[in-house]
């Protein structure tokens, strides 16, 4: 057996394990004896539960990522400020969301343990930290918000962050219990 197959099959099984108990309640011990191995062998591979956790995930966190910054890409190849990314308002924010379901729904796995199972780990903020990489969403509340509000900008910016989570973790929780026709 090569040093491939033994690295799927251990995150095979820690997906598994976090998947069934969460990050804070999986075992190292256990995601070695599903398939057979020491702890000694993942501890050659992953430091830590941390970083095992990081590498289950690590697929689906990059495919998020390549989609924020693609669209940002576009963005600025089309030579959009962005108070014009602003102007194009609810399309292009609908558009932005379209993309992002698509990601979630590609690597459901990944973003369930994601959404649900990494309380414990570095990751259990991220959505709050999605949010803050996606801040197109954010903006166009903010914009709304500062058009109808005569609070200061502080509070909105915080409300619109605020918004923003909600809408996102709504979004998110949809999409690993609805079908896709649904959520769109």
């Known amino acids: 057996m090569g040093r491939s197959e033994i690295s799927c099959r251990i995150l095979q099984s820690a997906r598994e394990e976090f998947k069934a108990k969460g990050y804070d309640n999986a075992s190292m011990r256990e995601i070695a004896q599903r398939v057979g191995y020491t702890t000694g062998v993942l501890y050659s591979r992953y430091k830590d539960k941390e970083e095992l956790f990081s590498a289950v995930v690590k697929f689906g966190e990059m495919a998020m990522e390549d989609k924020i ?3 940002a890409q576009l963005d600025i190849l089309q030579e959009r400020d962005f108070s014009a990314t602003l102007c194009s308002g609810r399309n292009d924010v609908v558009n932005r969301m379209l ?3 698509d990601v979630v729904y590609t690597y459901k796995d990944t973003f369930e ?3 649900r199972c990494s309380k414990g780990s570095s990751k259990q903020n991220y959505i709050e ?5 996606e801040r197109v969403l954010k903006a166009y509340i903010l914009d709304r ?5 005569a ?10 962050h605020n918004l923003a989570v909600a809408i996102h973790c709504t979004l998110f929780n949809s999409v690993l219990d609805l079908p896709k026709e649904y959520v769109i």
């Open 69 to 71: 910054a693609e669209r």
């Open 99 to 101: 993309s992002i379901i």
């Open 113 to 115: 343990l994601l959404f």
């Open 129 to 133: 930290d999605f949010a803050d990489k």
């Open 145 to 149: 918000l500062s058009t109808h509000s």
């Open 151 to 160: 609070v200061s900008d502080n509070i909105l910016s915080s409300l619109s």
